[in-house]
C-alpha cells in the first residue's frame, strides 16, 4: 500500500539564484543572503524569530528529479555511485532541502533575510525550525 501527504508552503524563497547550475552545492560554499518570504496565513508562527537567530529552513526542492535513486556525488562522474539517501542531491524521493541559515533581519511584510542560503528563487519553505 502506497501512502501520499500533502504540504503545504508556508512561505517561498526569493534569491538571485534561478536555475540549479547556479547554486552552491551547500549553503557554506558561497551561498548568497535570500529572503523568505512567509504566506499571511503562518505570519503568528514567526512570533519567537530573531534577528541574529540560527534556524533550519526545511524546503521542498521543486527542481528535483523524484525518480533518481542514486547520484555521482557533487555530480563528479569520477566519483563512485551512490544511493541518494548517503548523498545530499537534489534529486530523491522525495525532495526535501534542509538550510542552516542565519536571520539577518525580519522585514515586513512578513519576510525574513537570511544567509547563506543555497536554495532556488521560488523554493518553497515547508517549515522553520529553531
Given at each position: 500500500?502506497?501512502?501520499?501527504y500533502s ?8 534569491s538571485r ?69 548517503a548523498t ?43
Open positions: 500500500m502506497t501512502l501520499t504540504l503545504r508552503p508556508v512561505g517561498f524563497v526569493r539564484l534561478t536555475g540549479r547550475g547556479d547554486a552552491p552545492k551547500q549553503g557554506s560554499e558561497g551561498a548568497p543572503e535570500a529572503w523568505v518570504e512567509i504566506e499571511p496565513a503562518f505570519g503568528e508562527a514567526l512570533d519567537g524569530i530573531a534577528a541574529g537567530q540560527e534556524v533550519i529552513l526545511l524546503t521542498w526542492l521543486h527542481q528535483g528529479r523524484r525518480d533518481v535513486l542514486q547520484v555521482h556525488p557533487r555530480d563528479d562522474p569520477e566519483n563512485p555511485l551512490k544511493g541518494v539517501f545530499r542531491s537534489a534529486d530523491r524521493p522525495n525532495p526535501i532541502g534542509l538550510h542552516r541559515v542565519r536571520v539577518l533581519e525580519i522585514a515586513e511584510p512578513l519576510r525574513l533575510r537570511v544567509e547563506p542560503l543555497e536554495a532556488l528563487d521560488g523554493t518553497p519553505v515547508v517549515d522553520i525550525k529553531p
